[in-house]
């Protein structure tokens, strides 16, 4: 079955440490995005990828970083510069190429709590 | 700058009543419009979108929308809640000429048996 999985399902960080969260699709898609949620606040996007060694920087992406070195896959880490780290993160995934015209399908995310 | 509202935080319908969850934005020009639900420590599901043509639009699980301009509207709407609908609905809209989606900040309903 294609779609998009993350791992790990709950992450615990501890002060002054980088974790990093992972998604993988199979669904052939170009381009992929990380959003963060908290109560009350909607989904932010925090950075976003059009194609393979390249990404943007979105909303909110001060204290997190990411890499796109092969098209499946589009790890997020959060640094120890993200103060606030607690919040569900959301993976998703488009096929890429219009603009706006997209839909955009999610992973089940990761909840990621500070010890 | 683009937005999107979803002026009700809460809802609360009895199982078998009508429901309508209301959704306006503030775009330019023509938005691209979707509405996802989403279960608790759960993804997002897409219901619904609204590209161009015919304003009302049909989804799953019995959800539709209807797009008015004059208003700069997408209410969703379901004839009949069942309780397996209660969870929490985002409206979104995708600007023309980016990846970025806007998204309200949604609309949590709680079904009463």
């Known amino acids: 079955d294609g779609g998009i999985t993350q791992s790990p399902k709950y992450l615990f960080r501890k002060e002054g440490q980088n974790v990093t969260l992972s998604c993988e699709q199979n669904l052939n898609h170009d381009a992929m995005y990380w959003y963060r949620q908290d109560p009350g606040q909607g989904l932010r996007l925090i950075y976003y990828s059009q194609i393979v060694n390249d990404f943007q920087k979105g909303d909110i992406a001060e204290g997190y970083s990411v890499s796109r070195e092969k098209k499946e896959s589009f790890p997020l880490t959060v640094t120890s510069a993200q103060k606030n780290p607690t919040a569900f993160y959301l993976c998703a995934s488009s096929l890429g190429g219009s603009r706006g015209a997209e839909t955009q399908y999610f992973g089940p995310g990761t909840r990621l709590l500070v010890l | 700058a683009q937005s999107v509202t979803q002026p009700d935080i809460h809802i609360t319908v009895s199982e078998g009543a009508s429901l309508e969850l209301r959704c306006n934005y503030s775009y330019g020009a023509t938005p691209y419009l979707f509405w996802y639900v989403q279960s608790p420590g759960q993804g997002l599901q897409l219901l619904l979108k609204?590209?161009?043509?015919?304003?009302l639009v049909q989804g799953i699980k019995g959800f539709e929308a209807e797009f008015k301009r004059s208003q700069s509207s997408f209410n969703l709407r379901k004839p009949s809640v069942h309780w397996s609908d209660a969870a929490e609905y985002f409206c979104?809209?995708?600007?023309?000429?980016?990846?970025?989606?806007?998204f309200g900040t949604g609309t949590r309903l709680k079904v009463l048996a």
């Open positions: 979104a809209v995708g600007a023309s000429g980016t990846y970025k989606y806007i």
């Open positions: 609204y590209f161009s043509g015919d304003t």
